[in-house]
């Protein structure tokens, strides 16, 4: 029995333990999948998979309850993998590790899954539970959400039946959600040179490490550092001055993940050596300084190392060094109609130096398509400057806000009569899979609730335990408050 299973509701955290215990990384979900369908024909409810390996599942209305709009139940079947530098995990093959926290629930040195892995337990427990009322029911799974959002991309029209949509991927209980950002995914590809590194060089690590990480999306405002930038910016104010030769860097894992590791591999002049390790120390104080109230584990060391004998040339080093240290990062703007929600951003997410060019990966994420094409202009502009190629690609739309939908109108009423208060109407800057839905399903009316969830896409992500609980009240309530057709 897992740990989980003291928990309530216990049909979805008993569903919860056994997600945990199948890997289901973006591109590794399939026996989840597999897993999901076996589950839903034993239990005799109807099922399909689309051509992308989205799931459909139905369940017929509770009797008396047939004229009730039809709804979808949505979640994505994969999960973010990433993991602290010390913990030995393969998410392709070993299972997530929960376990109670207090009032939470977390992971043993990785993420979660609670993104979107309780959503997709509560529509399972849904389907499991016969003391849940509610009209004609679908589930929709949708496949790699959180590295392209495949599934949604590829869902069709006239595949559902469903009137409304409850997406269940927000991580914030007390809010419901009308719209979201879109987003893009940007590279920038600058072509390098080599040579030997001289003689009388010592190759040395630069780590920056032990930084919080977190959604690129959700936590973008709140002032976590980014590893690829801080470690860019030290680069920059003393690659030159030392002599330093780039033989390697290497930052972040993801795009949609605020980076909390970067490493830089260095040649570095013998008799400079010391000075290096001086003004990494100093600069260490000046970053603990800086981010002290938010990123209270970061470190930067300095380890001797065996490296390759070729660096990048100085004009190869200056102008990556340039370019990363350049390339903006964070809140672009904020929105002038939604108070205290971000309008703009990119993440800084993944950086790597290969032999013959250094790339560099961002996703911007905006409420408006004009705020995302000022950010691409703008890393086009200094790629350009740069001398890199420039890609933009993966393009996705935002969830234009309704606020005359009649299902958040219910959701909104059936919270305050369950709870005696009202829930924030909000948009988020993440990015929901709604704006695509619109699409193929251009009348359906959506809305998206969830519990509350921390540090997603991160070792931190952990859920708060009653949450989940208030969570499935509303979801249940909801879902047998639904109007008739």
Known sequence: MSELSQLSPQPLWDIFAKVCSIPHPSYHEEELAQYVLSWAKEQGFWTDRDE????????????????????????????????????????????????????????????????NGIGLSSALAVLADSRVEHGPLEVLLTMTEETGMVGAFGLQPGWLQADILINTDSEEEGEVYMGCAGGIDFTATLPVSREAVPAGYEHIQLILKGLKGGHSGCDIHVGLGNANKLLARFLFAHAKSLDLRLVDFTGGTLRNAIPREAIATLAVPADKLDQLKSLALSYLETLQNELSQKEKNLNLVVENVAAGDRALTAASRDAFIALLNSTPNGVIRNSDVMKGVVETSLNVGVVKLKEEEAVINSLVRSLIDSGKEYVVEMLTALSDLAGARSLAKGSYPGWQPDASSPVMALVGETYKSLFGKTPNIQVIHAGLECGLFKKPYPDMDMVSIGPTITGPHSPDEQVHIESVGLYWQLLTAVLKAIPTK
Request: no cysteine; aromatic share 4%.
């Open 52 to 115: 992308v390996g989205n799931i459909l599942i139905r369940k017929p209305a509770t009797p008396g309850l047939e004229n009730l709009k039809p709804v979808a139940l949505q979640a994505h079947l994969d999960m973010v993998p990433q993991k602290n530098n010390d913990t030995v995990h393969d998410f392709t093959k070993d299972p997530i590790q929960p376990w109670i926290d207090g009032e939470w629930v977390k992971a043993r040195g990785t993420t979660l899954g609670a993104d």
